[in-house]
């Protein structure tokens, strides 16, 4: 009978004046190796490799990007084992080691250049290619995926999703650490739950996709999200007030709920820039300045058109410094992400969060 066992675990890295260092444990067999351990029922793999992290080395991460996947098989009392390993690219996020001296010998920081050298003398030989690739990725462009990943708001606002739905982007977005989920109303709770002592923070709509409800009623479902845990409040504009030119109107719905969000929570003003013509999209954003609000938005993502470059310019163009532009509707692509972020976006809409995030030296599986 042939057993099939999966791990997973990471190369944890900092840096420190400028320069890369690598986590390295030694093993109870004297090999220097990189932490990982046995996958649970129902754990996503990169919870593993955080929680692997953690008990062998005290060391609490962020996940960055998967690096590969090593496969090999040996023999245990007369049966044949296939083991899968799957390595994560992973930033401490703390600095104190704690070992757990019952798995390893020890483990410590090293520079990276010394890390290849105990890797090569020292380490297992089916490691090693796995080892340089995240090497590599930490020398290479893997580092801004964690910058891109602090920018996202990681999204799913689909009338057909479902708690198992929301429980699990709660989870990834805890291993990548993204700067919030964004999900519907009936969910804040949910979220709120999942997300409990993480930095993630939980963003709802308010008025969501038309913005066509009344005021009294935006305000309404956004002292209820309030109160169920939300943190950010994406809230749409009545467009035919401001398609008639009623500015004032316009004014005074964003301003009712940035007065009850208060110290609460941020709002995002949603302006579904693909329905108006420059002119009243300026209009918009003067609104949502003079209500207070903390961030521009360009769509809701059920338009015919979701964030393009040439808005996300002219948003910035408004706003200059005074307000976040958050850039949603498409963006599925790190492509997508970067052109955003150039433009002038400081926070990005996606429901492919973690695929905007991982690097270009990542392995298939990982998508």
């Not at 520079?111 to 003398?121: C, P, Q």
């Not at 964690?146 to 479902?162: C, F, N, R």
């Not at 609000?293 to 470059?309: L, R």
């Not at 052109?339 to 392995?363: D, E, H, Q, Y």
């Amino acid at each position: 009978m042939n057993l099939q066992i999966r791990v997973a675990g990471g190369l944890v890295y900092r840096f420190i004046d400028g320069e890369p260092q690598i986590l390295l444990i030694e093993d109870r067999f004297s090999h220097i190796t990189l932490p990982k351990g046995h996958v649970e029922a129902d754990e996503l793999l990169e919870e593993t490799a955080l929680r692997e992290i953690e008990e062998e080395t005290g060391i609490i991460g962020r996940i960055v990007s998967p690096i590969g996947k090593v496969s090999y098989t040996f023999t245990h009392e007369d049966e044949t084992v296939r083991k899968d390993a799957y390595y994560y690219l992973v930033e401490a996020i703390t600095d104190e080691i704690l070992p757990q001296f019952t798995e390893i010998k020890g483990v410590r920081f090293v520079s990276a250049e010394e890390a290849e050298r105990i890797m090569k003398e020292q380490g297992y030989e089916n490691n090693f290619a796995i080892f340089t690739t995240g090497l590599d990725m930490v020398r290479q462009e893997a580092l801004s995926g964690t910058l891109l990943a602090s920018m996202i708001d990681s999204t799913l606002l689909a009338p057909t999703a479902s708690p198992t739905e929301v429980i699990r982007l709660c989870r990834e977005a805890r291993t990548y650490q993204f700067a919030s989920v964004c999900i519907n109303p009936i969910f804040v709770r949910l979220a709120a739950e999942h997300l409990g002592g993480s930095p993630v923070k939980v963003c709802t709509v308010i008025g969501f996709p038309l913005g066509a409800t009344k005021t009294e009623v935006k305000v309404a479902e956004a002292l209820r999200a309030l109160a169920e845990g939300a943190e950010e409040l994406d809230m749409v504009i009545p467009l035919g007030y401001l398609k008639a030119n009623d500015v004032l109107r316009v004014e005074a719905d964003i301003r009712a709920v940035v007065e009850v969000a208060a110290e609460r929570a941020q709002v995002k003003v949603i302006l579904e820039t693909a329905l108006l013509t420059d002119d009243e999209i300026r209009a918009g954003v003067l609104c949502a300045i003079r209500a207070g609000a903390q961030f521009v938005k360009t769509s809701t993502g059920f338009a015919k058109q979701g964030a393009t470059v040439e808005a996300v310019c002219l948003l910035r163009e408004i706003v200059g410094d005074q307000l976040g532009v958050k850039a949603s509707g498409g963006i599925r692509t790190r492509f997508d992400a970067d052109a955003m972020i150039a433009a002038g976006a400081t926070r990005i809409g996606t429901s492919a969060g973690a695929k905007l995030v991982i690097s270009n030296l990542a392995p298939a599986w990982s998508v």
